[in-house]
């Protein structure tokens, strides 16, 4: 069977930061209700700190921005307060906003301060969790030794205290770290830990760790070979979540959904990534959609729906641009708290020694210590206004970047509409005069016999000679509609074996009436006997565009050849003429969009719009195609196809 895990090792890092801090989640919403109505009453700071962070623990799976409004505002309160107990749990809840976000460096920095603080008052329970999390941040960055000698710290201080409800979550943090190990009894003994982390948390009815347990023996089931029952213990744990308005566990289930279908080449696995997106962006968590989006925009683009694809490419720069907000903002408030602490070990510090210098010298020191205060209340007011200044002068040189950035792209497009814009005139230029001129003669025509001006006998030649002429003008067109077509997303190429003399032989005849005004001889070699895969209607196209030219350029009485080579597996055809040859200032871009707005030279009117959309067949028929002059005189066209099988029939 697949492996799953590799579609989801960033959100299945993030499913973990979870389980550190949910309990029961029946009632999620009641809850949040009493959490607000609670948070209005309370009197006491402390409790009212640590209403601030219940809620953000609430809010942690069904609604991210209003977790981290809370685990900011918990912070900022409980450091005014130096309520250490608070700190410690709004900063580790911060680390989970940032993990969720996803911003890993800022998750480890909130994490690392906890556990300093859980340390600092012995709060064991806390500082395992942080290790759990520091763990898992190192499994991350693929550092498994750290990650796991983090686990096994944590795993002793939980066996120290006797806590079991932490032991549950520690236990599910060592199968995620060794759930991957190639080791047999490595791989058992993490399945032993998930099983006992299972037990535990119906044990202590903790719903929210049931569901996430549930989901990571769902992992078990599929690698053990029993799909359908991993799928159907998926499908129940979205269920609930969706009823219980725990949008992260519902997009976390789609994931793994989403995972197995596309491993199975099945094709309802894009309705499980659409799912997916739906309850990420109720919830908060786009930034964890970034690979699901790019999938559905290829999807998106495979199918033709460019307007579900511009829709996903509007989220993806959505998610660059949140990405940026969350990395200043948490710099911002990371740089704000670490700046207060350390202003605040120094107030320590200086209340300590004045304390001992008022126990020396008692009231004679007062003006030392006044001025002592205000030097204090100086450097905070000239700390912050530098902190001010460089956020300033932060976003002041980002904005300019952006600016910059956005003013180029804007350029580059205007630059192509403009060339878009030439390009497509000149097609319509093209047409209009193509068909004009023989339409025009068919009226001067009928004019000169209605008037008498010309017998029946020469109007008849004249007539034959338009005839020719319309039928040139309507391959052409048919030439440029089946180049149209190409265009369109959809396209199949389905070649088949034409040998290059018959190919050439018809295109002759259908210019025969030029190369007979001109006295033009046309010799197709014999080595010209060759079979190539091409579509037979883009093929002729590209042969009667380059005999046309050559007999266009060619002076009366002079001569064209058609030859052909075989290199391996591909053909060669080359048509040369005798006559002025390329402008050496065109020949570089003959065959580009940009040059038919300034080429001038060997190309007539239209002809370079031609060569573009032979260029275009050729490079279709996985062919290429270039032009040269000859050392004496004239110029040379050629192209290279794949060569066709001797075995193959060719033909029209």
């Known amino acids: 069977m697949f492996e799953l895990f590799p579609y989801l090792k960033k959100t299945s890092l993030v499913l973990l930061f979870l389980l550190f801090f949910f309990q029961d989640s029946r009632g999620q919403q009641a809850e949040i209700v009493r959490a607000k109505a609670l948070l209005q009453q309370v009197k006491d700071s402390a409790s009212y700190v640590d209403v601030l962070n219940r809620l953000t623990v609430l809010y942690q799976a069904c609604q991210l921005d209003s977790c981290g409004h809370y685990a900011n505002q918990a912070m900022e309160v409980a450091t005014r307060l130096h309520y250490s107990t608070g700190l410690t749990i709004a900063l580790k809840n911060l680390g989970s906003y940032y993990a969720f976000k996803p911003n890993r460096y800022l998750s480890y920095l909130f994490y690392n301060e906890s556990l ?9 329970s806390n500082e395992a969790i942080n290790l759990m999390n520091i763990g898992i941040y190192h499994q991350y960055l693929g550092h498994s030794a750290e990650a796991v000698k983090m686990a096994d710290t944590a795993m002793a201080i939980v066996n120290k205290s006797g806590n079991d409800s932490i032991r549950a979550l520690v236990l599910a943090n060592y199968y995620s770290i060794h759930r991957n190990d190639t080791a ?18 119906v044990k202590y009815d903790d719903y929210r760790q049931i569901l996430y347990t549930r989901l990571f023996k769902a992992h078990e089931l599929q690698r053990s070979g029993q799909l359908q029952d991993a799928i159907s213990v998926i499908h129940e744990v979205v269920d609930s979540s969706k009823s ?67 829709y996903y490419a509007g989220l993806l720069w959505t998610i660059l641009q949140q990405e940026r907000a969350v990395q200043q903002a948490g710099a911002t408030i990371y740089m704000n708290f670490a700046s207060a602490d350390r202003q605040l070990d120094s107030m320590r510090m200086q209340h300590a020694h004045q304390h001992r210098l008022l126990e020396k010298k008692s009231l004679e020191n007062i003006y030392w210590r006044y001025l002592l205060i205000f030097l204090l209340a100086v450097l905070i007011l000239l700390t912050s206004l530098l902190i001010h200044v460089f956020q300033a002068y932060r976003m002041s040189r980002s904005n300019s970047r952006k600016l910059a950035f956005m003013q180029r792209e804007l350029e580059q497009s205007t630059a192509q509409m403009r060339v878009n814009d030439d390009f497509k005139n000149k097609l319509i230029s093209l047409i209009a005069h193509d ?31 338009v005839d020719n002429r319309a039928r040139n003008t309507l391959q052409v067109f048919d030439g440029i509609l089946r180049w149209m077509k190409t265009q369109l997303t959809g396209f199949s190429y389905q070649p088949k074996p034409y040998v290059i003399k018959d190919l050439m032989t018809i295109s002759a005849n259908n210019i025969q009436h030029l190369l007979t005004d001109k006295n033009l001889q046309l010799v197709i070699d014999e080595s010209t006997d060759l079979p190539v895969y091409a579509d ?13 030219n050559a007999t266009k350029y060619s002076a009366s009485g002079k001569k064209i050849t058609v030859t052909a080579t075989r290199n391996e597996n591909m053909v060669t055809v080359v048509i ?32 370079g719009i031609a060569l573009i959309i032979c260029k275009d067949f050729i490079e279709k028929m996985n062919g290429t195609i270039g032009a040269e002059n000859n050392e004496d005189k004239g110029a040379r066209f050629f192209y290279s196809l794949p060569w066709a099988t001797m075995n193959q029939d060719a033909g029209n």
Not at 116 to 124: F, H, P, Q, S
Not at 536 to 548: A, D, G, K, T
């Open 184 to 201: 047999l009894s490595a791989h058992m003994a993490a399945v032993a830990a998930l099983e006992e982390a299972a037990v535990l948390a």
């Open 244 to 310: 219980s308005g725990l949008n992260y566990l519902v997009v976390y289930g789609d994931f793994m959904l989403a995972a197995y279908k596309s491993a199975l080449k099945q094709p309802d696995s894009i309705r499980y990534s659409r799912e997916a997106l739906e309850y990420a962006l109720k919830g908060g968590y786009l930034g964890l959609m970034r690979p699901t989006l790019m999938t559905l925009y290829r999807n998106s683009m495979d199918n033709g729906d460019t307007s579900r694809a511009d």
């Open 435 to 465: 068909f004009r001129s023989p339409l025009n003669n068919i009226i001067s025509i009928s004019s000169f016999v209605k008037d008498e001006a010309i017998s029946l006998d020469d109007a008849k030649d004249m007539i034959q000679q």
């Open 116 to 124: 300093a603080n859980a340390r600092e008052t012995d709060d064991l």
């Open 576 to 607: 040369t003429d005798e006559g002025s040859g390329i402008d050496p200032a065109v020949l570089p871009g003959l065959f580009s969009v940009e040059q038919t707005t300034t080429a001038k030279g060997r190309k007539g009117k239209g002809a």
């Open 536 to 548: 037979f209607e883009m093929l002729q196209f590209v042969n009667r565009n380059l005999l046309h």
